[in-house]
């Protein structure tokens, strides 16, 4: 039964954390931030939010992380008024990875195609 919750918890929060990051949250730092996934620990108390967004430049997932940061209390207090559990869970920000992984080896098989016809 536990588990069952904390699936369907992680789904509410990644549907609302990506609207309220659509409608709420103002600061151009975390536009075309897309979220990938959510993991809540299993006493509810603290939500990992995992992101992507499409530059893979340093700076760029700088200012991200920077902008997401401020933006956390916004998002933890919306997400309370939207969430009918007892408690909040903390929200912790973390990028994804994977997304830019996958970028960039289409990137490397496109170079060895575009290489073996040349």
């Known amino acids: ?17 990506t609207d309220i990051l659509l ?6 730092r975390v536009e ?3 979220v990938t996934g959510v ?5 509810l108390q603290e939500a990992t939010i995992y992101y992507s967004i499409l530059s893979d430049k340093a700076s760029s997932a700088e200012k991200t992380a920077q902008g997401l940061k401020k933006a956390t209390g916004l998002i933890q207090s919306e997400l309370g008024s939207r969430l009918s559990i007892y ?5 912790f920000f ?18 060895l195609h575009h290489q073996d016809h040349a």
């Not at 408690?87 to 929200?91: A, D, F, I, N």
């Open 94 to 111: 973390e990028q994804d990875k994977s997304v830019q992984y996958g970028s960039r080896i289409d990137e490397l098989l496109n170079d």
């Open 1 to 17: 039964m536990a588990q069952y919750r904390v699936g369907r918890l992680e789904q509410e929060i990644q549907r609302e954390v």
């Open 23 to 28: 409608k709420r949250v103002r600061d151009p």
């Open 39 to 43: 993991e809540v620990t299993g006493d």
């Open 87 to 91: 408690k909040t869970p903390e929200l």
């Open 32 to 34: 075309g931030v897309t």
